[in-house]
Nanobody, 116 residues
């Protein structure tokens, strides 16, 4: 079974930075796409950023210019570099992977809290 484990969450001040990591049980090349989603209390889970097998990226309008998704050189890790953090970025962030055969997988999440 595919396993995804997020790390790097914590407390940050508004305007600060955090880097989230998603460690996978398979190399990133095995997936059609990977991404980061987030869910704030009382809200629906929403897309933050995605990266395809070919390296194309997509971002939610709310994070464009501030967040960057990338693949690690180790080939089994995906990162989300977050800069210029805002209090509204506070949420549980989840790693997601989509296989070449239509299956999807989720990590358990890591909490990001941004104070003003």
């Amino acid at each position: 079974q595919v396993q995804l484990v997020e790390s790097g969450g914590g407390l940050a001040q508004a305007g600060g930075s955090l880097r989230l990591s998603c460690a996978t049980s398979e190399i990133v090349f095995s997936f059609n796409a990977m991404g980061w989603y987030r869910q704030a209390p009382g809200n629906k889970r929403e897309l933050v950023a995605t990266i395809t097998r070919g390296g194309s990226t997509n971002y939610a309008d709310s994070v464009k210019g501030r967040f960057t998704i990338s693949k690690g050189s180790a080939k089994n890790t995906v990162y989300l570099q977050m800069t210029s953090l805002k209090p509204e970025d506070t949420a549980v962030y989840y790693c997601n992977a989509a296989s070449l055969y239509g299956n999807t997988y989720w990590g358990k999440g890591t909490l990001v809290t941004v104070s003003s």
